[in-house]
């Protein structure tokens, strides 16, 4: 099978390119490298630093190497970048992602897009977790454009026939994240504490408490997914990525800590004007179809491993 990732330098789409490479498909990766990095790429796949945002270059490439499946993860995917310039953010996530659901139209791909679980559904109560058909209450730029091209590819469907599966991704951890990108925090806290440096934990109201609840899942369960929905097995569905386990700031520096096995400082920081309080995605769908997630001991775990390895002096 030929699979086409795009943002395929990134944490994610690195992690799903590597994945079906080793499966044994035939692998093109296009990123611009604005986040992406060289490093990132496995061995022997194709790669093309192009922005999705340059139709006439991707759509060339693209009708090329006629993928089977498109694993589409471009994308602006800070939500404070989209706050501050939310034409930009159109301008990747929904004009750069239109480029690829023509593309995908025009050579009959299947479509299979990075969406967003905690941005789109907005603040979930305590005890909640926000299922696929919970209704959408985007609170961000970044998280309008997730949703509008959503609607696009549904109507995509309707129109030209194309085949695609929307992953609703809850906050993504493992390998290779970037502790500079949105969902951050566990690549944050494992460097800083590696290095013997404080860690802060956020308000989730007031000061001192034990901050945001956010619902991690290991990148392995992403690729799981991309991986299925290649061949065909979630065609037409939106699929929330997710444990549905809630865990506060608090509690995840407390595990990352005894797994660094150093002295941690944590200092109390304010609440970030904009951070959802709790984002907690209900996983049944995913259960039902893919098997459980990984646990969050054992994802953390094999996490610090990789970044124990790349602090290491060479």
Request: aromatic share 6%; net charge negative.
């Amino acid at each position: 099978m030929r699979v086409l990732v795009t943002g395929g330098a990134g944490f994610i789409g690195s992690h799903v390119a590597e994945a079906a490479s080793e499966a044994g498909h035939n692998v093109l990766v296009v990123d611009d490298l604005s986040t992406g990095r060289t490093e990132n790429l496995p061995p022997g796949v194709d790669f093309h630093p192009v922005d999705i945002r340059n139709r006439e270059v991707f759509r060339e490439l693209a009708l090329q190497f006629r993928p089977d499946a498109i694993s589409h993860h471009a994308a602006q995917a800070s939500v404070s970048i989209s706050v501050r310039e939310p034409g930009y953010d159109a301008e990747v996530n929904v004009l750069g992602s239109l480029n690829v659901a023509e593309v995908a139209c025009e050579v009959s791909s299947r479509l299979i897009f990075a969406s967003t679980g905690g941005a789109l559904y907005g603040e979930v109560a305590d005890g909640a977790a926000a299922g696929e058909g919970s209704p959408a209450r985007p609170l961000s730029p970044y998280a309008c454009s997730k949703a509008s091209f959503e609607l696009y590819l549904k109507a995509f469907a309707e129109t030209a026939d194309l085949n695609y599966t929307i992953l609703r991704y809850a906050n993504v951890y493992g390998p290779r994240q970037n502790p500079h990108g949105e969902a951050g925090v566990v690549a944050i806290f494992l460097r800083r504490l590696l290095r013997g440096e404080p860690i802060q934990v956020n308000a989730r109201a007031r000061l001192g408490d034990d901050g945001c609840v956010r619902d991690y899942v290991f990148v392995r369960d992403a690729v799981r997914a991309n991986l299925a929905a290649f061949e065909g097995v979630l065609e037409r569905r939106t699929i929330n990525i997710a444990t549905g386990i809630g865990t506060s700031t608090r509690m995840l520096a407390e595990k990352i800590a005894s797994l660094v096995n150093k002295p941690a400082i944590v200092r109390d920081g304010e609440h970030r004007a904009g951070d959802l309080e709790r984002s907690v995605l209900d996983p049944t769908v995913m259960t039902s179809m893919l098997g459980d997630p990984t646990p969050l001991a054992e994802g953390l775990e094999a996490t610090t491993d990789w970044f124990r390895f790349e602090s290491e002096p060479s």
